[in-house]
Structures are given as structure tokens and as C-alpha cells.
T-cell receptor
Framework: NAGVMQNPRHLVRRRGQEARLRCSPM?????VYWYRQLPEEGLKFMVY????????ESGMPKERFSAEFPKEGPSILRIQQVVRGDSAAYFC??????????FGPGTRLLVL | GEDVEQSLFLSVREGDSSVINCTYT??????LYWYKQEPGAGLQLLTY?????DMKQDQRLTVLLNKKDKHLSLRIADTQTGDSAIYFC??????????FGTGTRLQVFP
């Protein structure tokens, strides 16, 4: 059983471009969580999804950020019109039922 | 609101014990977790404890929970250089999301 997969591992974007981060949960896991880690800081919750549903998006910035977890395929975190402050490591975690806690290796986004 | 605090740095000699402390504010916490993050890597779940327990031991790791004081600690016995990393505590309340501390950077020197 492969662990949580995230790709790309590293992503470089120029200001104003779009970033799409993908997370494939562990097999059998229907709960996905996205976290952001700014340099030298802890992880901040962004969004919690189950298949086709957003359960809690209280940590998502109100603009430019969106997340989905379709019936088929990976969960996607999408950042439109990226700014330098979006540079961070974005981690995805999955669980079978809301228990914890399997994190992916993260996507490190750098905005130039 | 929910808040989790940790000291930022800990330095220990190889072979000694390390104790990393964490305090939290959410009295409805159901689980408390310890994660390890090595440079450039993701988070590795080390151990967790249910809120109705006060101690859990797993090989070199001992977790102590004082629910009254909302204090959690992680003791690493016989600390090795490979234990050098950032350690995060996290608490899970009723909302199914984890609230993380800022992390404690453990440095082990020979």
C-alpha cells in the first residue's frame, strides 16, 4: 500500500500564474486534509475534504485558493494568480475515517 | 480558541534523554499527536495518545499527558544523532482537523 502521494514535489511559478497541487490519498482513504507550512513555521490547516465534498474550509484564504476531491482522481489544491507570499510547503494528509495521520512528502511552491 | 505552544529549540548530548514539551488550550481535545519532520521532508507520525490516557510508551518514546494542565511531553530515551529534527505536537478536537504547534527543533550533538 503506497503512502500518500503528492506531485509535483517542487513547483516554481511566476507571480500571476496558477499553481495546481495534487494529492493522491492512500488506498481506501476517503478523507483528505491540506496544510500549509510557511518557512520556519508550523503547519496551518487549510481545508478538509471527503470525496466530492468540502467539510471544513475555515483555513482557506477567501480569494484565489480552491480545493476539490473528485469521485475519481486525486485531490487538487489550486492557487490562482500566485503571489510571493504563497511560497510555502503544502502538505496533504489522508485518513480512512477522520483518524490520523498519514502525510505526504509535500509540494514546495516557490513564487518568483 | 485553539492554540498549541512549544519551545523552539532543544539541544542534547548523544545518549542523553530529550524531553520536548507542549501546551494546548482546547479542553475538548480527543487525541494528541507527535510528529517528526526532517529537513525537506514531510511529517512522520511518531505516536499519539488518547485524551483519557496519561502515559504511553513505545520503545524509546514516552508520552506523558497532564490533561488538567493541558500539558503534553515527549521523552526520547538514548537520543541519537538521527533524532535531530523538528518535532511537532498536534491536538485534535471535535472538528476533525489537527492544530499544530510551532515545532521544537531538536539538535543532538556528539
Amino acid at each position: 500500500n503506497a503512502g500518500v502521494m503528492q506531485n509535483p514535489r517542487h513547483l516554481v511559478r511566476r507571480r500571476g500564474q496558477e499553481a495546481r497541487l495534487r494529492c493522491s490519498p492512500m488506498k481506501g482513504h476517503s478523507h483528505v486534509y491540506w496544510y500549509r507550512q510557511l518557512p520556519e513555521e508550523g503547519l496551518k490547516f487549510m481545508v478538509y475534504l471527503q470525496k466530492e465534498n468540502i467539510i471544513d474550509e475555515s483555513g482557506m484564504p477567501k480569494e484565489r485558493f480552491s480545493a476539490e476531491f473528485p469521485k475519481e482522481g486525486p485531490s487538487i489544491l489550486r492557487i490562482q494568480q500566485v503571489v510571493r507570499g504563497d511560497s510555502a510547503a503544502y502538505f496533504c494528509a489522508s485518513s480512512p475515517s477522520g483518524e490520523w495521520g498519514y502525510f505526504g512528502p509535500g509540494t514546495r511552491l516557490l513564487v518568483l | 480558541g485553539e492554540d498549541v505552544e512549544q519551545s523552539l529549540f532543544l539541544s542534547v548530548r548523544e545518549g542523553d534523554s530529550s524531553v520536548i514539551n507542549c501546551t494546548y488550550t482546547d479542553s475538548s481535545s480527543t487525541y494528541l499527536y507527535w510528529y517528526k519532520q526532517e529537513p525537506g521532508a514531510g511529517l512522520q507520525l511518531l505516536t499519539y495518545i488518547f485524551s483519557n490516557m496519561d502515559m504511553k510508551q513505545d520503545q524509546r518514546l514516552t508520552v506523558l499527558l497532564n490533561k488538567k494542565d493541558k500539558h503534553l511531553s515527549l521523552r526520547i530515551a538514548d537520543t541519537q544523532t538521527g533524532d535531530s529534527a523538528i518535532y511537532f505536537c498536534a491536538e485534535r478536537g471535535n472538528t476533525d482537523k489537527l492544530i499544530f504547534g510551532t515545532g521544537t527543533r531538536l539538535q543532538v550533538f556528539p
